[in-house]
């Protein structure tokens, strides 16, 4: 069972599935999400609708484009043999 | 003292000293056998002890040496330790080499003895054996890069260790106290250097590339035992010392931060784990200086889930460098076909950190969060929520998809998941996962379990609707966010410069400064010696040599020629004529009476006078 899970989860000939499955998901999620009740909060932000969701993407591509922009830009990114030499 | 109390970390440090006589099943047995026992008798103490007891306490040159204090917090930290010992345990039982298994041990044994500690020169001796024991794990992985490393590991941590012990004296010289419990922040060096010892110990930034510089330079099962118990020693002794410390909250906050960004760049399977313990150890450290009930409770919780689930992914991450001998990920990809079981438990322990609902990050990693709302400190806040995406995007995500589905692996990789119709580790690796996965699991859906066994009372509830989808927001649009942005995230056969930078390049400019203007300064005092300065010496001593035998000796020599010449005369005086001796001494005394009459008168004193 947990071959064919796996199978399911690397084979490309199940992209397209995966993908539709994935969005369901994230469609459920927020929808979950704009209907709980939520208690009250600290800050006014997490009151707003699919805050969360935003927040997680923002999030997402802020880390990657910091951290590239860091390696490249910064010079934080070296050749392997950079202490070797 | 009470004399029934047994210490479960010398368990583990005499019980390495057998271990290099026994061979085959019967090591086997007594490998497993040892945390066994200290399992059971920590769990036994989490029912028994008076909170507050104290054990073992003796008197050594002045100082009271408290080796076993009993409360909540050192149960929960042993119980964990022990637990996972036991994992690493099973994880390396195939291993032969037996210098790793007693290095193992004494590691483990020193952070039980560390966590029982009840003085601060108990705790610093233990700390010690910790730095040698777990550089060990290092140096046996043998080749000049993990030597190197290894090399690293030990002058950051005997530097740790001296700042420590500078603070430690000084603390008890100002107190007069030597008692392992809070500091008081007076602003004296005492309170800096004991807190500069700890941090550092914690991976704190700028004291963090100790851990990622040789954590993936360890031994595929050196790395689990050290994943588990040098930082979070660390955040025990800071829960201990520095509760409500505020300079703790940014510290912490900012390293969780720091391990994401650099997860980013890394292409190490092992080093970017690594970045992780970084991430995750901030939320501890922001947790102890936050100081609240709740926030101690969420750092002690979360070190209690984390060395489990990290654990875990160090066990993944070694039995992919066991099976394929490869550890980056430009060189990895296409697995999930050969090592599905691996990738499971894997991904358990990915979802574990992750946060999800139901794995024990969600229970642990959310008091603290939870802990910064109520504060409230909304920049913390914020700053630990997007460092909780950051963990799912590298260890969830980036890590499993080039690991076992990516395909841009080398071609020697392709080769072996070919010609192999599976490549899932030894079974001991398999159980030693599955045990760590299931208490992943456990402490996610039955979180009261932990809580009880937490120092403070809890009040809090982590499965309210709105937290699950809450996090599950966050967590799968950060999922979106990876798959849209994918191309990007692609690793790369680079190195990220981080803080060792200072001491790996710093050395080369004192070695540069040593072969240049050092050795240039050198040069010119020994050509100005042996030109100018030899030159003067040897025309002095020339000059003192002629002074010595044309002068010196000349008179020397005179004198003694002429009291020779003199002895001479006389000889020839002496005649053997009695009389020629009696007219000598009227002779004498005459001229005695003329010569003292004449000096008398010359003088005008004499006798006349």
Redo the contacts between chains.
Sequence with gaps: M??K???F??DPTYTRRRWQL?IA??VL??A??LL????P???FWQHLP?W??????V??????????F??YRC??????D??DE | MTSDWLHPGLLYILGAALIPFLRNRVRQVYLLLIPLLALLYVVSMLFDSQPGSSHWQFQFIGLDLILGRVDKLSTLFALVFTTMSLIGSIYSLHLRATGEHVAAYLYVGSALGVVFAGDFFTLFIFWEIMAFASAYLVFAQRGEPARAAGVRYLLVHISGGLCLLAGIVIHYAQTGSSVFGPIVNSGGLAFALILVGFILNAAVPPFNAWLTDAYPEATVTGAVFMSAFTTKTAVYVLLRSYPGTDVLVWLGTAMAVYGVVYAVLENDCRRLLAYHIVSQVGYMVAGVGLGTALALNGASAHAFAHILYKGLLFMGAGAVIYMTGRRKLTELGGLYKVMPLTLTLYMIGAVSISAFPLFSGFVSKSMVVAAAEHDPRAWVFLLLTLASAGTFLHTGLKLPYYMFFGNNHSVSTERIIKTAQSLEPPINMLVAMAIAALLCIGIGVFPNLLYTLLPYPVDFEPYTPAHITGSLSILLFTALGFFLFLKHLDPEQTISLDTDWFYRKGSRIIMWLANNPIARYEAVVSELVNTTILRFLHTCAALGLWIDIRIIDGIVNGLAHTVLRCGEKLRHMETGVLSHYALGMALGIVLSAVLYAAIGFGLGFGPGN
């Design positions: 947990i071959s899970l796996m199978r989860i690397g994935f998901a994230l999620t927020v979950a999400d709980v009740t939520k208690g909060a600290a800050f699919g969360n969701a935003l927040f997680g993407l999030s997402c591509l802020l880390i990657i484009f910091i951290s590239k860091l390696g010079g934080l990114m070296r050749e392997e950079y202490y």
